[in-house]
């Protein structure tokens, strides 16, 4: 009886911990050969969800060196998305239509 309740205790725990980490998730959805947003603000920890609302593929990238990443080619409905881990300024693209621009500054 002692242990059940000692996992419930830690598994609460992680559950209120987890829940203060998380951050804000902010939704750039992609519609007519372009980001919804041409800059955002976020901070370490926020998640930018990038949401494929036009019926051709897009692809997000960023070569910034505060943070890289390539989410790949995904088509219509399909939403993808990444964690923002350090400070510093993001400039994101679509690597199949590079007039796609959205800059995202990071803050703590």
Excluded: W, Y
Excluded at 62 to 79: E, I, K, P, R
């Amino acid at each position: 009886m002692m242990k059940s309740l000692r996992t419930v205790l830690v598994a609460s725990a992680l559950i209120v911990a987890g829940t203060a980490l998380a951050g804000e998730q902010h939704l750039v959805a992609q519609k007519n050969k372009a980001f919804t947003a041409k800059t955002l603000k976020a901070k370490v920890g926020d998640k930018l969800v990038f949401r494929n609302d036009d019926v051709f593929h897009h692809n997000v990238f960023s070569l910034s060196d505060t943070q890289s990443f390539d989410l790949g080619s995904f088509g219509q409905g399909v939403a993808r998305e990444v964690v923002l881990t350090k400070t510093g300024t993001l400039e994101i693209e679509c690597a199949i239509h590079p007039e796609m621009k959205l800059v995202v500054e990071v803050s703590k």
